[in-house]
């Protein structure tokens, strides 16, 4: 009897499971869509990189041997298809006076350079979208990325350290009206983090950010008329440094905040089969989105170990052109400048500063790449020469701005061939 009863039961239940199927095939419409990619590439210096060294941003200087040559002055090649990507587009029934939508996107990249062939979420947010407003809640593009307004390249890093470069969980709410949308956003860290000063069993990659309390806030405008684009935008931030600090006197909970802001403005114009992309940046402690600089301690207590800190300011700007259709030809060219610190710098008694980012001693920077791209269907042929060169402080520092007396080049050439499979 229980088991005519069971089998029953469990019919029932397949039969309202499939009469949900069918309910749910007419409410949602799932498009994947993806490509499978792989390029080979060759540096001559090794670098601040991500992926296997897909992910490229600044050579990185340690130092020169007895001969006087670079130790990372390194030839070195390699062959990988770890950027392939798979997503679906999810598109749902009306929920509140508003269609819904949702983004689901993975790829093999990883989450750290130890594990680069993790499978990761990339995007992962759904939205609700009004006749004139937008909102969105989830990890995706931050807003510092500029919506479309981003360098054509073939390099996976898509321009950065020059663009920002960063996914973040967010609530992000667009109002457009007529051709400007206006957004704000609250925004917190995930793999792209501000840099924390101590290491403990508490320290987790977010962790400067989630102990600052507060999310970083922004606010950007864009405006879109006749293949004209132009925008602008505002970012404030707190971290918190530490969580504990150790002085003559003992070792005491630390108590000390740092709060940066930064800012951004681009302009894109596309008019046929030419299109022109140009930022700029400038802020503090921007390493969350992948611009270099970061912060430092500016006083210190002797006796409690507490301290105060001040933010390294930087600048970056790029120019991408590119024209052409099947055949495509394009220039990348970008140049970032460390501005020093707001404030002094401490000294703590061996004629060093103490500090966190992400190579606050890189004076300043630049790239320059051109690209020749075949657009065929679904297949896209890209062959790139990128050269970035970054100028290490050397020499005597100068604690009242964080700069050096002078500097040492390192220049990375890197040839990339890629080829992607759209899908």
């Not at 069971?6 to 029932?12: Q, R, T």
């Not at 992962?124 to 989830?138: C, Q, Y």
């Not at 967010?170 to 792209?192: H, L, M, S």
Request: glycine content about 10%; aromatic content about 14%; hydrophobic content about 35%.
């Amino acid at each position: 009897m229980f088991k005519k009863l069971f089998g029953v039961i469990l019919m029932f239940g397949l039969i309202a499971e499939s009469s949900a199927q069918e309910v749910n095939k007419k409410n949602f419409n799932l498009d994947f869509y993806g490509f499978v990619r792989n390029e080979i590439f060759v540096d001559t210096y090794k670098g601040i990189d991500a992926a296997y060294e897909l992910f490229y941003l600044v050579p990185y200087y340690t130092g020169q041997d007895d001969n006087g040559k670079d130790f990372n002055q390194q030839t070195s090649s390699n062959l990988s298809a770890i950027a392939s990507r798979l997503g679906v587009k999810v598109n749902g029934p009306e929920i509140f006076g508003a269609t819904t939508s949702a983004t689901l996107e993975f790829d093999f990249v990883g989450i750290v350079k130890t594990e680069p062939t993790l499978f990761r979420i990339r995007h992962a947010s759904m939205s609700f979208n009004w006749e004139k407003s937008k909102l969105l809640i989830g990890q995706t593009w931050h807003p510092f990325w500029g919506g479309g307004c981003y360098p054509t390249v073939g390099s996976l890093n898509t321009g950065a350290p020059f663009q920002a470069f960063s996914r973040a969980p967010q609530i992000r709410y667009d109002v457009k009206t007529g051709t400007v949308t206006f957004t704000g956003a609250v925004v917190y860290e995930n793999q792209y983090t501000s840099k924390v000063m101590e290491s403990s069993v508490f320290t987790t990659p977010t962790q400067a950010q989630r102990n600052g309390a507060m999310p970083e806030f922004v606010v950007a405008a864009e405006y879109n008329k006749n293949g004209l684009t132009f925008g602008a935008g505002a970012e404030v931030k707190r971290i918190k440094p530490r969580m504990t600090v150790t002085g003559t006197d003992g070792k005491f909970n630390a108590e000390e905040y740092l709060t940066s802001s930064g800012f951004m403005t681009y302009l894109k114009y596309k008019s046929g089969m030419f299109k022109m992309t140009a930022k700029g940046y400038y802020g503090q402690n921007m390493t969350h989105l992948c611009f270099l600089g970061g912060y430092g301690v500016a006083t210190r207590n002797t006796a409690t170990g507490e301290e105060t800190y001040t933010n390294y300011n930087n600048f970056t700007s790029l120019l991408n052109l590119v024209y052409g259709k099947k055949w495509q030809g394009g220039l990348f060219l970008g140049y970032g400048d460390n501005l020093g610190t707001s404030d002094p710098l401490h000294d703590n008694g061996s004629g060093k500063a103490i500090t966190a980012g992400l190579f606050p001693n890189i004076q300043d920077f630049y790239r320059i790449s051109p690209h020749i791209a075949l657009n065929v269907s679904k297949l896209r042929l890209v062959a790139e020469y990128e050269m970035t060169t970054a100028n290490y402080g050397v020499g005597g520092f100068n604690f009242n701005d964080g700069l050096f007396a002078g500097t040492h080049q390192a220049t990375n050439n890197r040839i990339i061939l890629m080829m992607t499979y759209l899908f």
